[in-house]
């Protein structure tokens, strides 16, 4: 804690330096950008100010729908603007004087479209690879060359205040309860596996990512670490156009299709994608010890290798009516199915003695495991949105529907190499259907142009079916339906919510405030036997106040109040055995987690393009959800008995208290070598409060972090390389540690005709082929240590082309393209 409220007084006295030595008046420069033959204004047109005599801008946006815009606490000056969007030319006025406290009203600025077909496209300007906003972080992947090769899941292992760990667990600001949303909305995708769905998003198919902290009341109240919006990639600009992406690799492949039309106020978007990972063998040891009530000493040696393959698609169809130019209508429709498979034969060795060390028992067994995991899943969406004649006054309406029909399947064996015990086994058949429909409305109404209210309601409507069938081998070799393990259940939960929030500047434009209020109550049901899990209300407040230093300066202050509903498969009752010394299940009396976080965030940018973030935040976490793990001599489980058991459940044990930093540099060293470095660190500290959960210490405190370097270096002849290397610590836990570990990227691509295509050759850790992760387990009466080797030894070449002819208009919504310039993504359309 002291070291926080250090960096907390280092932070606000460079801060108050830097407003010194900013002067004192400051100025505003206003304006409207409009079509010079349509003379309809032009939305997202890219706004930029030079101090004179320099060639990068200090400061910058967008124009808004209305083709307004306005720079505000600009110093006074002689500076030169420019107006710039796709299919328009430049507009450049070189000389706009700003004075102390006086707005520069530059009234209504006309841009003249291009004439001339074109055709071939070379943009030069792109948007920045990170962007800082007041309400998120945005990491802009279709400029990152090696993110290109890999899934999902690669990018987020470079997006800033993300880790991910080797196996695809994803945390934010080092929390693992994360609301993942796709172009805005919900998907059922994300239900049945997170990490085999963020390994089916091929790379390419992604145009930016959205880090959203501390989301306003505007967002649903779910998940205490934040918000991850994946865009998807699109195009909103006139005629034919597509792309294909095809990556062929040593440990996966993956490809994506996309084409787009769009004729006056009609737009369709087609996509495909795909991806695999190829068969590889993970080889994994386990040594376990146990000691019982009468000081017997249990040891368990586990050895083997399991061999593993994932794969999966997307497709995507989108349609965009603009009805009138104050209506839009958006439907969408997405089909995805993803799926793993993993078998594999494990060597095992059990031994007890007695206290004194004489050996009365040893085992030798080989247990041979299958699993089999697919999920399908169906998205549909209609979206309406209506802008009036004030500025700023809009109402939308969106309908979200998704459904995933998931199956899983396992066998496993056990036989006995030197006893005369019968070979035992257990197979099981798992399908399950689960239905989620968000229904919300959200209106905007700017009662003066610097006082903005927002309001809305939504309902999230869910229903889940399982059904459980387990076998049990027979003497005989045959199976047999275990009833007491063979059920189906239902699930069900409605959250209702309404919100307020409103915005304004303050103190003459000294702070821009924005703070909000959602209500959120929810109700669930489950025919779990003996289960009743009651409803309960959510009232979660949020603030954000933010300050600019100076043009190129801005500080941000948050505080979010947020909660974690268990799912089903915390909450879920029945037992997984697929391996008999390591069960797990579910525990539905589990309470949801609740959340307070403070965030301080300095960003600042400089003339010569480089870029410094510097965040802070604190968090305290009431009724934490982690994981509990429980020795068990014997443990019966619905009349028959399991010896050696340990059993894996989640539980809210009690509290955790996180402090943390985050510090994103991007540096142009020269005109063609960039360097960027990330570097994140979070102090946890876990304290067990529930007398009934038992650890062998109550209270811990440990240090984490992730580090990360990336260089690129453009060459002469399109050919651009890139670095990049990460390394993730390990953490501790009551119970457990995590692993650590490093892995690194090398890429080089070469663009050629005209850049509409290109080659590159990426490869992944090509020095060693396992990456080895160590972990331990400990509690009352046991200990265990564990060893996976991971082979993550990987060789790929990348190929990708983009088709059509490109007649540029301009559009009401931004260009989604890997080329277009925005500087400000859309809003997510879905909260």
Known sequence: MRCFFVFLALLFTTIQINAQNAGGGKGKISGRVTDAVSKLPVDYATISIFKQGSTSPFNGMSTDPKGNFSLENISPGDYRLTIDFLGYKRHTIDHVIVTDGNIMALGNILLEPVQNQL?????????????????????????????????????????????????????????????????????????????????????????????????????????????????????????????????????????????????????????????TMLRSTVLSSNNRTSTDMEGNVTRLLQNGGSNSSRGGYRS????????????????????????????????????????????????????????????????????????????????????????????????????????????????????????????????????????????????????????????????????????????????????????FSASTSLFKNFLDFKAGLRNEYTNTTADFPGVVIPGYNTLAPSFVLSHKISPAQTIKLSYVYRIERPDYRDVNPFYNISDPHNISTGNPNLKPEISNTFELGYNRSFDGGANIYVGSFYRHNNNDIQQYTTSFDTLDINGKEYTNVLLNQRANIGTQTSIGGNIFASVPVTSRLNLRT???????????????????????????????????????????????????????????????????????????????????????????KYIDQYSTTTGPGYNQSSLRQLPFRSFGITLSYKFGKLEFSKDKEKEGREDANPNMPAEPMGK
């Open 678 to 768: 990330n570097i994140f660190l979070v102090n946890r500290t876990n304290v067990n409060k529930d007398p009934n959960l038992q650890t062998n210490v109550n209270r811990i405190s440990a240090l984490s972090y992730r580090v990360n370097l990336n260089a690129s270096y453009q060459f002469p002849g399109n050919v651009m390389a890139e670095a990049f290397g990460n390394y993730n610590s390990s953490s501790r836990g009551l119970q457990s540690t995590r692993p650590k570990f490093f892995w690194y990227n090398l890429a080089v691509r070469k663009q050629f005709w005209d850049k509409k295509a290109s080659v590159g050759l990426v490869a992944s850790n090509p020095f060693s």
């Open 316 to 499: 995507g169809l989108n349609l965009n009516w603009s009805i009138t130019p104050k209506d839009e209508l958006t439907a969408s429709f997405g089909f995805n199915h993803f799926g793993n498979r993993n078998n594999g034969l494990t060597d095992q060795q059990e031994t007890r003695t007695d206290m004194t060390g004489n050996l009365f028992s040893d085992i030798l067994s080989q247990r041979n495991s299958d699993s089999k995991f697919n999920a399908y899943s169906t998205d549909y969406s209609l979206n309406y949105k209506k802008t009036f004649d004030k500025e700023g006054q809009e109402l939308e309406v969106l309908v979200n529907t998704s459904n995933s029909r998931n199956t899983s399947n396992y066998n496993q064996q056990q036989d006995y190499l030197n006893t005369d015990d019968i070979t035992t086994g257990i197979k099981g058949y798992n399908p399950g259907n689960n239905r989620e429909t968000n229904i919300s409305v959200d209106y905007t109404h700017p009662v003066t142009k610097t006082f903005i209210l927002e309001g809305g309601a939504k309902a999230v409507i869910e229903n889940l079916k399982n059904v459980t069938n387990t076998d049990t081998l027979l003497a005989d070799g045959t199976f047999i339906n275990n009833a007491d393990q063979t059920y189906a259940f239902n699930y069900k939960r409605n959250i209702y919510a309404v919100y």
């Open 119 to 275: 055709k071939g496209v070379n943009i030069v300007a792109k948007a920045p690879l990170i962007e800082n906003r007041i309400d998120k972080m945005v990491y802009n992947a279709a400029n990152d060359l090696t993110a290109q090769s890999g899934a999902a899941v690669d990018v987020l292992k470079k997006v800033p205040q993300v880790t991910v760990d080797i196996d695809g667990n994803v945390e934010l600001q080092g929390n693992a309860n994360i609301r993942f949303l796709i172009n805005g909305k919900p998907s059922s995708i994300f239900g049945a596996s997170l990490a085999d769905a963020l390994q089916s998003i091929p790379g390419s198919q992604i145009k930016s990512i959205e880090v959203i902290t501390s989301p306003g009341a505007k967002y649903d109240a779910a998940g205490t670490g934040g918000i991850i919006n994946i865009i998807l990639k699109d195009s909103n600009v006139e005629g034919i156009n597509g792309s294909v992406n095809l990556t062929a690799g040593t440990r996966q492949e993956n490809g994506s299709f996309n084409l787009n039309a769009k004729k006056g106020n009609f737009g369709v978007n087609a996509s495909f994608s795909g991806n």
